[in-house]
């Protein structure tokens, strides 16, 4: 088995593969390496092979694990919120990439002005439309995004999808196409920078820059298979 830093030089290369083959240059393109499930000397492993930016998709994970850990990294959750846990993650996270309602968004604001904070926030969108899935459909964003955009607290700096799970990694281009394309039809019509991406996973995340991804979520490619498997 590879080690974590071995790993790390690998998603980096396919990174820079991709992001050249787009005619992209790798600094438009953020790794955040997701350590949901393994343990903070894991972390530390990829810290020493020069990986900061992490994320973590429990909130009671997050609170136990990042305290840990040096406090110079940078921490993003890219889970689905709770509201009972907006409190606790607020401090501890530097951007929110689940933001998948607007009564979710709502509650953010109006805590994060409790505690006098600023929450940097992704939507994310549920763009084809699978009913187990958390998510705006796009359809609901456009009809909302005139109140998300109204939550003065809040800065929302993009958009954020986790694709159907196909076989092949492919099957995820045409998603990570409407993304983008949605992302530019909502800067047109509402007149707001969407800079950020999130897209692309261990399965596709060459896919992923390739289209436009920003910052790539990859678990299980830099840290190995979870023993409790989870997506979200
Ligand atoms: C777990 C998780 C990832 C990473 O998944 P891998 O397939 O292990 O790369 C990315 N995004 C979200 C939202 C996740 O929950």
Redesign the pocket.
């Given at each position: 088995m590879l080690s974590i830093a071995e790993n790390l030089e690998r998603v980096r290369k396919q990174i820079a593969h991709a992001a050249a083959k787009a005619g992209r240059t790798v600094d438009e393109i953020e790794l955040v390496a997701?350590t949901?499930t393994h343990p903070a000397e894991k972390v530390r492993e990829a810290i020493e092979a020069g990986q900061t930016l992490f994320?973590e998709?429990r909130v009671q994970e997050g609170r136990v694990k990042i305290p840990e850990l040096p406090s110079n990294v940078h921490w993003h959750f890219?889970?689905h919120l709770q509201k009972n846990k907006i409190r606790h993650a607020l401090p501890l996270f530097e951007l929110f990439?689940?933001v998948d309602s607007l009564a979710l968004a709502e509650e953010m604001n109006r805590i994060a002005a409790d505690e006098g904070m600023h929450p940097r926030v992704l939507l994310e969108v549920n763009v084809a439309g699978e009913g187990s899935k958390f998510g705006f459909s796009p359809d609901k964003l456009r009809e909302q995004m005139e109140g998300l955009l109204a939550l003065q607290r809040l800065s929302i700096l993009g958009l954020m999808i986790?694709p159907p799970l196909g076989d092949k990694a492919e099957a995820s281009r045409k998603y990570f196409v409407q993304l983008r394309e949605l992302r530019d039809r909502l800067q047109t019509e509402f007149h707001v920078d969407l800079p950020q991406l999130s897209m692309g996973?261990?399965?596709d995340f060459p896919i992923a820059v390739e289209e436009g991804a920003t910052l790539v979520?990859?678990?299980?490619?830099i840290f190995g298979e979870?023993t409790r498997p989870?997506?979200?």
């Open positions: 997701i949901k994320g998709s890219v889970g990439h689940g986790i996973m261990t399965q979520r990859v678990g299980t490619a979870r989870r997506r979200e």
